[in-house]
C-alpha cells in the first residue's frame, strides 16, 4: 500500500516523528524514544499488546492544544496527526500511584530478591520516582507459599504483580496453557494446571514464563533472570536441528543460566527445557577428563602424547599391512561442521578410503538422498519462518511438540489461529487434537498411504497443471502409477479410511500455499527414501515449492545432522555433496588436499560393522556417537566392535561404546568449543565456546588436527574461523561464507558472495534442473514378512522432550527427575488381552533378544501397535529392534518391528533398577 | 470414577456448539450452566470433561469458571440460598437475613472465604451464599431459593421461608 507520507506523521511532546503502519503508540515512542523511555510492567516484546496495569499511560490529543486523554500507550493504535504526551504532570502522577498500589502488595525485601538489579519492578518503580509508599498495610498476599516442587521451575507468588505475562508466554510463544489468572479482582491469582504445583501441572518447562515474568514471582532454579554474570556469551543449542539462539551466563569457567536472545531470528525469545536447561552435565564428575588407553584389557590413563602416539603407530601399522580400506570413520552430528570436515579430510586424505559416514545415517538419511533425487538438494526447501505465510500444515511421521520443540510450539500456535494441520501418524502426537485431519496409519505403510493422497488430488483435479508442465519431469509415469493404484488394496494395508485420505487429500491440495513437514516416522523404514519421494511428489504435483509458505522440510534430528551430510561425511559424497566416484570430482579433490584419494564408494555406518565382522575393516574412529545404545541390533553391533583391531572413542562420558575403545580421547561439549552448526532449514548458525574446555579435555577438532599432524597429514590447529574459510573453498554453497558474515543470526546455504544467504531453494527453476516424479508401489517390510505370524505386535519408537538419545547428556541434568523410565503404551484391548495392567513390568520380545519396560495402558496408539521411547539405555530397547534398512541408504528400520509382549511375573521381575546419579 | 453424562444432556450440549461456528470456545460458558444445572457445582472433573468436549485445555475452562461468581465449585446442599448483599439490600437488611438464614437451616458460615464463598449445613440440605444485585434493587432484601425469588424478605421470616423447602 502507498502511504501518502503527510500521512504517517504523528508527534512526540511536541516533536513531529514518522510512524509505521500498524504502529502502537508505544512502539512508535519506543522506536524513537527508546525503550523504557515510558515505563511498562504487561508489555514485553515476544507477547501481544495486553493493556492491564496502565503504567505505559500517555496523554493523546488530536491537536496540540486540543482535549487530551489518557490511554495505556502499548494497546492504542496510533493514528496520523496524534499528539502524543510522555511526561505531563498528569500522567507523572498517575504512573506514580498507580505503581505505588502495586506496591502496597509487595513484599518490600528486595534487597534479599533473586532479581533484585535485573527487576523491572523495581527499575519501573525507580523510573516514576517512588520513594516510599504512602499507604497503610492492608488486606494482601505476602503470605502466599512457595514452589519448589519441580527441578527448574520456581514460583513465589506472593512477589506477583498480575501482570498475566507468564499465562501469556505460556499460550503465545509456548502454545502450552498451562497457567491462568484463577479468580477476578483481588482475589486473582495465577495457578498451574488444575490449581496444582509446577511438577504435577502440565507444564513442560521452557521456561518462557521465567523468562517474561518482570519479578521474581516465576522463576527457575538458576535463578536466569537476576544473572549479574561476569560474561555472556551468544551460542546455539545442541539438542535439536531447530538450532535455537542461547545468552549463557558464566562466571570464570561457571556456567551460570541461560537465556533465550529476543532478537533470534530461529526462536524469538523461547527455548525448550533442554536449552534452557539441560546443562549441567558440563561438570559433570562422570566427565571425562584424562585420555585411556586399553592395555591388557584395562583402562589406563595417558597422557595426550601418550594416546596420541599410541593412535598414530597403530593406524600406521594397520594402513601399511591390511590398507587404508581397512580404516574407517563415525563421524557425528553432534560435532560442529568445521569437526565434520575435519573427520572427513582425516579419514580421505589420511587413508584413502571413503570409509567414512555419519549419524545421519540411522535417521535422515533417506531424506537427503530422497531429496536429491527429487529436487537436486537434499534440505529444507524453505524456512520454518514461513510457517507464518502459509495456508496448511502437513505432518508426516514427527513428532515436534516433542521432538523440536520451539518448531512445534510455532506451529501449534499458527494452528491454534486457524491454520488447518493434517497429521500422519500411527500414533496420537500431542498436536492431534489441534488437527482438523489425523491419518492414523498402520506403520510402515506411509507409501501406501501418500500414493492413495496423491491419488485424491489427481482426482479432484487439484493439480498445478502448469508447474508440472514447465518444472517438473516424469509426470506421466507418476500419473500412470497413481491411476492404476488400486483403492481397495490400499486402504487395507494402511488401515485409514479412504474418505479421510481424500478429504485430508483435498484440505492439502486446495491451500494456496502449504508446507510439508517430515521426520524420523519417514526416514527409519525400510521404504523410507522412497516415502521422501512421494512427499516431493505431492508438493510437486500441487506447485508448492519455491515461494514463501509452501515447501518440503524435514525436521532433521540432531543440531548439525545436515550439517554433516554437507561437509561430506558420507561414504559417496565428499565436501559439498560432490560424488566421489566422479572422475572430475575426484580430481578436484585430489588436487584440493594434494593427496592420493579414493574414487570407490566407502562403507555406510552398517557395512562397517560387517565388514569388521569380515575380518575387512580392522580400525574405526568414533566422534561423538553412542553407537552401541542407538544403533539398532545392540548385540550385532557389539560383536563387531569386538571384532575391530583398534578402536579410538572420542566421547564426554564413558559409554557403552567407548566401553569397546582402545582408546578414548575426552572431547570438549558444545559450551565448550567454537564451530558453527547447521540447522534444519540450511541455517549455518556461530557456535561460540562459552566456557574453555574443562581441564583435560580437548575441542573433537583439535583431536583431529592433532591426530593429523602427528600422522604427518598437513593441517594447521585449529581455529574455527580457519577451518571455515577452508570449507568455502570447497563446499560450492558455502562460497560466501565468512566467520563474521555469518553475523549472529546465521546464514542459511547457498551462501553467495559477501555472505548473501538463501532463504528458499527451487524459486525458479530446480538445483536439479527439472524437478523429478517417482512413483512406488507399496511394499511389505521384511520384517513383517518374515516374523510377523510369530510375532504380532508392531513396536515403534520415538523420543520425548525432556532426553535427548541415549540420555548421555539430559540424563545427567535435571531432566532426569522429570522423566525417570521409558514406559511401553499399549492399547487397552491389547492390554486386556495380555492381562497387562498399567504399570505393570512386561517383556516385550523378538526374535533378536528382550527387554523388560513398564507398561502403559493409552489409546495413543491403535490396537496391534506398541510405542517406547529409548532414552533409558538399561532397556535397551534396541535389543529387540532389527537390522532392516531403508533398500537405498540402509537406514535402519527403527520405527516397524515384530514383537510380543507378555507380562512378566511378578517373581522374575529384576532388581530395583539402578537409580540415577544427579548432577 | 467417570463422569456420566446423560445421553439427552449429550445432545444438547453438541446442539449448543453449533452455535459457534468459529471457535468452540465460545460454548464453554453455555456449556458450564448446563453442566451446572445437571450436577449442581462444577467439579474438576466437569472441567476436564468440559475441556476435552471443546478440545481446550482444562485450565481454559477453569478460568472461565473462577472468574463467574454464579459458578459453584463445591457440592451446595440439596436446596441452594444466594442472598443478595449489594448497596441497596445490604442497607435494607440482607446481613441480618444471612444471620436468620443460617440460624434456621443450621449453617455455620465461619469458613467461608473468597475461595470459598458456600456454606453448607450439616445434613446437606441447605447452602447459602451472597450474591451480587439479583436486579430487584427497590424490594430489598432479596434472595433467592434455587430458581425461586423472594423479595422484601423479614429476616424474622426466615424460618417460614425455609419451611417450603423441607422436602
Ligand atoms: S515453563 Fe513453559 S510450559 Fe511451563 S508454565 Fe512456563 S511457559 Fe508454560
Ligand atoms: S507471575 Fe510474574 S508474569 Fe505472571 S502475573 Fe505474576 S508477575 Fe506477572
Ligand atoms: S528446540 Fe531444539 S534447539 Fe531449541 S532449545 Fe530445544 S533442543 Fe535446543
Ligand atoms: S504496559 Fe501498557 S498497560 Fe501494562
Ligand atoms: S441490590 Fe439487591 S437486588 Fe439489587
Known sequence: MVQDLSTLTAFIDGEPMRFNDGDTVLKFIDRHRGRGHVPTLCDAPQLEPYGACRVCSVEVAMQEDGPRRVVASCHTPLTAGMHVFTESPKIRKLRRNIVELVLTDHPLDCLTCEVSGNCELQTVAAKVGIRQVRYPSGANHLNRSKDRSHPYMTSELSKCINCSRCVRACDEVQGQHVLSMHGRGFNARIIKGLDQSFMDSTCVSCGACSQACPTSAISDVFFSKSIEATRKTRTV?????????????????????????????????????????????????????????????????????????????????????????????????????????????????????????????????????????????????????????????????????????????????????????????????????????????????????????????????????????????????????????????????????????????????????????????????????????????????????????????????????????????????????????????????????????????????????????????????????????????TEHVKSALNALEFLVVQELFMTPTAEFADVVLPAASFLEKSGTFTNGERRVQRVNAVIPPIPGTKSDGQIVCDIMQRMGIPQADYTPDGVLAEIAR?????????????????????????????????????????????????????????????????????????????????????????????????HPDDAAKKGIESGDMVRIFSNRGEVNMKAKISTEVKPGILYTTFHFPENLVNMVTSSECDEDTMCPEYKVVAVDVEKVPASSMPKKQRMMEIA | MALAIPAELESKIDEVITHYPVSKRSAVLPLLHLMQHQFRFISDEIVNWVAAKLSLEPIQVLEVVTFYPGFRQTAPGKYHIRVCRTLSCAMAGSYELMDSLCQAAKIDRSHVDHHHPIAVSEDGKYSIEFAECLASCGFGPVCMVEDDFFEKVEPAKAGELLARYSA
Request: hydrophobic share 35%; charged share 20%.
Open chain 1, 237 to 633: 543449542c545442541t539438542y535439536c536441528g531447530v538450532g535455537c539462539n542461547l545468552n549463557v551466563a558464566t562466571k570464570g569457567s561457571e556456567v551460570l543460566s541461560i537465556q533465550a536472545p529476543t532478537d533470534s531470528e530461529v526462536n524469538h525469545s523461547h527455548t525448550c527445557l533442554k536449552g534452557r536447561y539441560a546443562f549441567k552435565f558440563v561438570k559433570h564428575p562422570d566427565r571425562l577428563r584424562k585420555p585411556l588407553i586399553r592395555y591388557n584389557g584395562h583402562f589406563t590413563e595417558a597422557t595426550w602424547e601418550e594416546a596420541y602416539d599410541y593412535i598414530a603407530k597403530n593406524l600406521q601399522r594397520i594402513k601399511e599391512e591390511h590398507g587404508g580400506n581397512a580404516v574407517g570413520g563415525i563421524s557425528s552430528a553432534r560435532c560442529t561442521n568445521e569437526e565434520n570436515y575435519l573427520m572427513q579430510k582425516f579419514i580421505r586424505v589420511g587413508f584413502g578410503t571413503n570409509n567414512i559416514d555419519a549419524c545421519a545415517r540411522v535417521c535422515h538419511s533417506p531424506t537427503a538422498w530422497g531429496m536429491q533425487k527429487a529436487f537436486g538438494t537434499g534440505a529444507a526447501t524453505n524456512s520454518i519462518e514461513d510457517l507464518e505465510y502459509t495456508n496448511c500444515i502437513l505432518i508426516t511421521g514427527a513428532n515436534p511438540t516433542e521432538g523440536h520443540p520451539v518448531t512445534g510450539s510455532k506451529i501449534k500456535q499458527r494452528v491454534m489461529k486457524g491454520v488447518p494441520l493434517i497429521v500422519i501418524d500411527p500414533r496420537e502426537i500431542e498436536l492431534v487434537p489441534y488437527a482438523k485431519h489425523h491419518l492414523q496409519l498402520r506403520p510402515g505403510t506411509n507409501v501406501a498411504l501418500l500414493d492413495m493422497f496423491a491419488y485424491y488430488i489427481l482426482e479432484a483435479g487439484l493439480i498445478d497443471q502448469d508447474f508440472i508442465k514447465k518444472r517438473c519431469e516424469n509426470w506421466e509415469e507418476f500419473e500412470q502409477g497413481l491411476r492404476n493404484l488400486n483403492l481397495d488394496e490400499s486402504e487395507r494395508t494402511h488401515g485409514v479410511p479412504r474418505e479421510k485420505v481424500r478429504a485430508a487429500a483435498i484440505e492439502y491440495a486446495s491451500a494456496k500455499g502449504a508446507m510439508a513437514f517430515h521426520g524420523l516416522g519417514v526416514t527409519e523404514h525400510s521404504h523410507g527414501s522412497k516415502t521422501v519421494m512421494t512427499i516431493a511428489d505431492i508438493a510437486m504435483m500441487t506447485g508448492n515449492i519455491g515461494r514463501p509458505g509452501v515447501g518440503v522440510l524435514p525436521l532433521r534430528g540432531q543440531n548439525n545432522v545436515q550439517g554433516a551430510a554437507d561437509m561430506g561425511c558420507q561414504p559417496h559424497q565428499g565436501a559439498g555433496y560432490l560424488q566421489v566416484n566422479d572422475e572430475a570430482n575426484h580430481k578436484l579433490y585430489e588436487e584440493f588436499y594434494g593427496a592420493h584419494m579414493s574414487n570407490e564408494i566407502g562403507w555406510k555406518i552398517p557395512q562397517m560393522y560387517d565388514a569388521a565382522l569380515a575380518g575387512k575393516l580392522k580400525a574405526l574412529w568414533i566422534m561423538g556417537e553412542d553407537v552401541v545404545q542407538t544403533d539398532p541390533n
Open chain 1, 730 to 826: 570447497i563446499v560450492p554453497f558455502f562460497k560466501g561464507a565468512t566467520w563474521e558474515n555469518l553475523t549472529d543470526q546465521g546464514t542459511q546455504w547457498p551462501i553467495k558472495e559477501g555472505g548473501i544467504g538463501t532463504e528458499i531453494l527451487h524459486v525458479d527453476s530446480f538445483k536439479r534442473g527439472l524437478g523429478k516424479f517417482h512413483f512406488f508401489r507399496f511394499q511389505e517390510s521384511k520384517e513383517i514378512e518374515k516374523h510377523h505370524d510369530e510375532f504380532p505386535f508392531i513396536l515403534t519408537t520415538g523420543r520425548i522432550l525432556e532426553h535427548y538419545n541415549c540420555g548421555t547428556m539430559t540424563r545427567r541434568t535435571g531432566n532426569a527427575q522429570i522423566v525417570t523410565e521409558d514406559l511401553l503404551a499399549i
